[in-house]
């Protein structure tokens, strides 16, 4: 009857009863065939995980060791303050306990990514962080990592110390400092949960980057195999990244229209103000964010201009070197003139482009001021 | 009985009557083993045994592939990664569109040992999951000392896990029902609305559970159960145990 009687038996292992035919054989079905193409294709990819979680035994004792002992202070900070906020509200234990269900059916979510052709699942501790505050949002990531760990296999007990430190540390630090940060600058919410979003998820793949490329590496050294696990991952945790800032941005939002006062209760907004506060910043932030991913895009700054060749100079040309036919100078090229002036005169369109756009908000927002 | 407190597993298996103490403790000395040997002969042991032993609870082949599926995948590919990206000694060479890569001895080796790792570790959690219910396991925890608030929370996580989950589904359905998540732009929305409907009726859930256990006399800290004293047998069993898987792990 239940979906959840269901889930509970997939993760317990015990006989299916008869009567739940049909639609639990297909979606068991549906579920094993989008995993073996979600393997399949990230496999082909080369992709070194779908999902955030560093898998049981990957690690060697001793860097399990030394990540467990990272993430223990913070676990104790987090435990520390949950007891200190529970003293004055009795159900702030209760509550944390469902957020951490809430991160821990978040972070199960199979989201296929396009670009990819994968599937991934968003983190769900950019949203807890905002809600209940970094240090408790780190025990509920514990406590998810915890049960994912025992009953599907996601992560690992050995694992579990550089998986807090990935998903609850980093990711609840960078999604609390974004959206504080940004409120501060007069951000509305959908903006600031967006950014807070992404930047929790992406800061939870550089640290998973760091955690597997100090566990597998060996005797080789740490920063090649560091940048190689990092721009692989990029394919599905870059849109990934935008998945999760729009799921937070729109549970944010969802949050300040239908309950407002939970919002407040929780010291995410201040009573009174609305979405928006006085002195709005979100044509700087929205300008900054554009000219910071263009400066990103740029040759100079690309990770991957010299490690990863593209298929026309390491196939074609070489092919074509090979039969004597060398390539002929590009009638426009990019690599010579001046790039910086062209990157600041293209930022300065962009720029402006965003100013004109947002006048109209600035103006009316003075007049009503 | 609610199915969160109902032992999902065959209670008939000697295994699942085990002290939960017993099996945690003895569980993470293996793992330790298992993480830290040098070569991948004993990892593959400890999967074949923790694997057998599964089968023999009655835990469906099928699950267990669901299971491990992850896990193996991931194995997978820090193999081919450490084949063709690690090590010096080559073994042999591919072409694929032009380009040649290089399989190395070294590396295939440094693969297989993380693989066996990840296979033996994998299984051996595996089967503390099948043979242990989930309040059982946190109480053998809080009798390790893990703090009580952290106990506190992972089972009011785990008693609402399944309630969250229904409501999710039925969120999603009426969405579904509703045009939602029909292009991406609107799936985006749709998948913010599900999350922020959770996190309300999380946040509602709270207040009525703690309205209700203040009722039954909740000052802010749960009772856990009681431990049953230690039984000789398991313990002479389990450190039997321990102690040839520790002798095989040396040699």
Known sequence: MYQSERVLKEMDGIRQPQHSG????????????????????????????????ISEGILPFNWATLWFAAAVPFVAL??????????????????????????????CMPIPVPTAGTCSHPCGTGIAAILVGPL???????????????????GGLSTL????????????????????????????????????????????????????????????PFLPLFWKILIAFIPTQLPMGVLEGAMTAGMVVLLHKKRPDLLVKMRVVKPGTGNREPGSA???????????????????????????????????????????????????????????????????????????????????????? | MHHFTRHAHDTAHPLTGFDPRVKLLSSLALLVMVISCKGFAFPLLVAGVCGGLCLSMGVRLRVLAVRFAEPLFIAAVVLILKLFFAGKAPLFSLHVL????????????????????????????????????FTDLMTALAWMRVPKGFIEVALFAWRYLFVLFDDAQVVFSAQKNRLGYVGYRRGLRSIGTLAGALVIKAFDNSQTIT?????????????????????????????????????????
């Open chain 2, 211 to 251: 309205t209700a256990m203040v009722q039954r006399g909740y000052d802010g800290s749960m009772p856990l159960l009681k431990h049953k004293p230690f039984r000789v047998a398991e313990v002479a069993f389990s450190v039997v145990f321990v102690a040839v898987m520790g002798i095989m792990w040396i040699l």
């Open chain 1, 78 to 107: 987090g435990l520390k303050r949950l007891d200190t906020l529970a003293k004055d509200d009795l159900s702030f234990k209760p509550l944390v306990g469902l957020m951490a269900a809430v991160v821990f059916i978040i972070s």
């Open chain 2, 98 to 133: 032009g380009w040649e890569m290089v399989g190395h001895k070294d590396g295939l080796l440094e693969g297989l040992l993380i693989a066996s790792r990840i296979g033996g570790a994998v299984s051996l959690v595996a089967l503390l999951g099948f043979s242990t219910s």
């Open chain 1, 136 to 154: 408790v949002s780190i025990v509920i990531a514990a406590v998810a990592l915890l049960i994912q760990a025992l009953f599907l296999a996601h």
């Open chain 1, 282 to 369: 979100t044509p700087i932030i929205v300008s900054l964010f554009l000219i910071f991913s263009l400066f990103l895009l740029t040759p100079h700054t690309s990770l991957s201009s010299e490690a990863w060749r593209g298929v026309d100079e390491s196939v074609v040309e070489k092919i074509a070197r090979e039969h004597g036919r060398q390539a002929r100078k590009p009638l426009i090229d990019p690599g010579e003139g001046d790039l910086l002036l062209f990157a600041f005169l293209l930022a300065g369109v962009v720029g402006g482009f965003a100013a004109g756009y947002y006048w109209r908000l600035l103006v009316s927002e003075k007049k009503a001021r």
């Open chain 1, 161 to 220: 110390g550089a998986d807090i430190v990935s998903m609850g540390v980093a990711g609840s630090f960078a999604g609390w400092f974004t959206f504080r940060l940004l409120r501060k600058l007069g951000a509305n919410l959908a903006v600031a949960g967006f950014a807070a979003g992404l930047l929790a998820d992406w800061a939870t793949y550089v640290t998973t980057s760091v955690a597997l490329a100090s566990g597998i590496r060996g005797d080789a």
């Open chain 1, 22 to 53: 049909f639609s639990t054989k297909k979606s068991l079905w549906n579920f094993s065939v989008s995993l073996c193409l979600c393997g399949a294709f990230s496999l082909l990819k080369s992709t070194p995980a779908h999902a955030m979680h």
